[in-house]
């Protein structure tokens, strides 16, 4: 029993609900933008239907239900969920009143332009593949993205015994941490919290709102933990012809459904917590969001407006836990130690791609010194080639009269006659 449960709670850790430090992703996202990019979905190309990539992903990599799969590609799409959404979907994928997307042979999507970067350079030896489940096919261990994913995005994961809560971040404000720490990187152990608070004001969530002190934040930087109050933005209107005030909401906290803040305002007008209402409207449109509280005459708004923080989800707390897979074990990770597991990986996969390169080129150039030589004797390798009576024959002739090697002598062989 103990066995087994370990077994299965160490899965759940390292292959479902934990992102990994380096790109940021949990194993069905990667697993989704690879088979993406592997179909051909590029964002300069057209949308594919939802049905088709979850199949391709349930078939080749991510042999879970495709309701799970769908979930998480929905998701990427969400720019209420997402900072910067990774998949341009084309239909209805959900909204912040809490509507569920709809059914994958409906929708369409492909990648986002910015995913490219997720995805660059993958195919140069950048990063390790692994086997699929089946053994078929290989998938890549993490992405070699250019992007620190895991603050820009954020996370949020239940394991066994752990979960993750990530906050999304402003790539500008990440990029100025990033060139900092690199410019410093020798002096490294010396940056402090508050060196990167400088560039690092907080999280910037996609639905906005207004973060309630600075003290929070340096928690969560410092130790990885922190707890952070984020309210609605709100303004006053004056109701000119009949001496009222409404209280006009623009911007709600991350992750509150706009819908059951609505029903939540309404409960507590309706069992007297906050009798100043009269009237509460819904007049978001395409423009963005406006929830209207019309209050009664000689209401104060701001009393009303500070009973809506203590009874409604207009002011809620997101709880920070930075915890993410650092070499497939669970870290509790400060922004510093966030960032640097980043610029680390961004090292080693620039390593890996320059010595792919390197490698490639030689090759290439060992092909064409090969050529240079049979140019400068080509009506000689002309009626050798031509007097051989078979390939082999042919290519042993080349190697040993000319010292070519078995790549050249092939390469030679390979050209068409017009090409000589």
């Given at each position: 029993?103990?066995?087994?449960?370990?077994?299965?709670?160490?899965?759940?850790?390292?292959?479902?609900?934990l992102?990994?430090?380096?790109?940021g992703?949990?194993?069905v996202?990667?697993?989704?933008?690879?088979?993406?990019?592997?179909?051909?979905?590029?964002?300069?190309?057209?949308?594919k239907?939802?049905?088709?990539?979850?199949?391709?992903?349930?078939?080749?990599?991510?042999p879970?239900?495709?309701s799970?799969?769908?979930?998480?590609?929905?998701?990427?799409?969400?720019?209420?969920?997402?900072?910067?959404?990774?998949?341009?979907?084309?239909?209805?994928?959900?909204s912040?009143?809490?509507d569920s997307?709809?059914?994958?042979?409906?929708?369409?999507?492909r990648?986002?332009?910015?995913?490219?970067?997720?995805?660059?350079?993958?195919?140069?030896?950048?990063?390790?593949?692994?086997d699929?489940?089946?053994?078929?096919?290989?998938e890549?261990?993490?992405?070699?993205t250019?992007?620190?994913?895991?603050?820009?995005?954020?996370?949020?994961?239940?394991?066994?015994?752990?979960?993750?809560?990530?906050?999304?971040h402003n790539l500008?404000?990440?990029?100025?941490?990033?060139i900092?720490?690199?410019?410093?990187?020798?002096?490294?152990?010396?940056?402090?919290?508050?060196?990167?608070?400088?560039?690092?004001?907080?999280?910037?969530?996609?639905?906005?709102?207004?973060?309630?002190?600075?003290?929070?934040?340096?928690?969560?930087?410092?130790t990885?933990?922190?707890?952070?109050?984020v309210?609605?933005?709100t303004?006053?209107?004056?109701?000119?012809g009949?001496?009222r005030?409404?209280?006009?909401?623009?911007?709600?906290?991350?992750?509150v459904?706009?819908?059951?803040?609505?029903e939540?305002i309404?409960?507590?007008?309706?069992?007297?917590?906050?009798d100043?209402i009269s009237?509460?409207?819904?007049?978001?449109?395409?423009?963005?969001?406006?929830?209207?509280?019309?209050?009664k005459?000689?209401?104060?708004?701001?009393?009303?407006l500070?009973?809506?923080?203590?009874?409604?989800m207009?002011?809620?707390?997101?709880?920070?836990?930075?915890?993410?897979?650092?070499?497939?074990?669970?870290?509790?990770?400060?922004?510093?130690?966030?960032?640097?597991?980043?610029?680390d990986?961004?090292?080693?996969?620039?390593?890996?791609?320059?010595e792919?390169?390197?490698?490639?080129?030689?090759?290439?150039?060992?092909?064409?010194?090969?050529?240079?030589?049979?140019?400068?004797?080509?009506?000689?390798?002309?009626?050798?080639?031509?007097?051989?009576?078979?390939?082999p024959?042919a290519?042993?002739?080349?190697?040993?009269?000319?010292g070519?090697?078995?790549?050249?002598?092939?390469?030679?062989?390979?050209?068409?006659l017009?090409?000589?």
């Amino acid at each position: 029993m103990r066995e087994a449960y370990l077994d299965y709670a160490m899965s759940v850790i390292v292959s479902r609900a934990l992102p990994d430090a380096r790109d940021g992703l949990k194993p069905v996202h990667r697993r989704i933008l690879f088979a993406m990019q592997d179909m051909g979905i590029r964002a300069t190309g057209p949308h594919k239907k939802s049905a088709r990539i979850v199949g391709e992903v349930l078939g080749k990599y991510h042999p879970h239900g495709d309701s799970s799969i769908y979930d998480a590609m929905a998701r990427m799409a969400q720019d209420f969920s997402m900072r910067y959404t990774l998949v341009d979907g084309q239909g209805n994928f959900g909204s912040i009143d809490g509507d569920s997307p709809a059914a994958m042979r409906y929708t369409e999507a492909r990648l986002e332009k910015i995913t490219e970067e997720i995805l660059a350079d993958i195919e140069k030896e950048t990063v390790d593949f692994i086997d699929n489940f089946d053994g078929t096919l290989q998938e890549p261990t993490v992405m070699p993205t250019k992007i620190p994913l895991l603050l820009l995005n954020g996370s949020a994961g239940i394991a066994v015994g752990m979960a993750t809560n990530v906050p999304p971040h402003n790539l500008g404000e990440l990029c100025d941490a990033m060139i900092y720490m690199i410019e410093n990187y020798d002096g490294i152990d010396d940056i402090s919290v508050e060196d990167l608070m400088k560039f690092v004001k907080g999280p910037d969530f996609p639905t906005g709102g207004v973060i309630m002190g600075r003290e929070g934040i340096a928690q969560a930087y410092s130790t990885g933990r922190g707890r952070i109050i984020v309210r609605g933005k709100t303004h006053i209107e004056e109701n000119r012809g009949n001496d009222r005030f409404d209280i006009v909401i623009t911007e709600i906290p991350y992750q509150v459904n706009k819908t059951t803040l609505l029903e939540r305002i309404a409960q507590v007008a309706r069992e007297g917590k906050i009798d100043q209402i009269s009237d509460l409207r819904d007049e978001s449109d395409r423009e963005g969001m406006r929830i209207v509280i019309e209050l009664k005459k000689g209401s104060q708004p701001n009393t009303v407006l500070n009973l809506l923080y203590k009874h409604t989800m207009l002011q809620s707390s997101f709880g920070v836990i930075n915890l993410a897979l650092v070499n497939d074990q669970p870290r509790t990770l400060s922004l510093k130690r966030a960032l640097s597991v980043f610029i680390d990986h961004r090292i080693t996969v620039v390593r890996r791609r320059s010595e792919y390169e390197l490698r490639k080129a030689r090759e290439r150039a060992h092909i064409l010194e090969g050529l240079m030589i049979a140019l400068a004797h080509l009506d000689d390798v002309i009626a050798l080639i031509r007097a051989a009576k078979d390939t082999p024959t042919a290519k042993e002739q080349l190697m040993s009269r000319y010292g070519l090697t078995d790549v050249q002598a092939q390469a030679i062989l390979d050209l068409q006659l017009r090409r000589l």
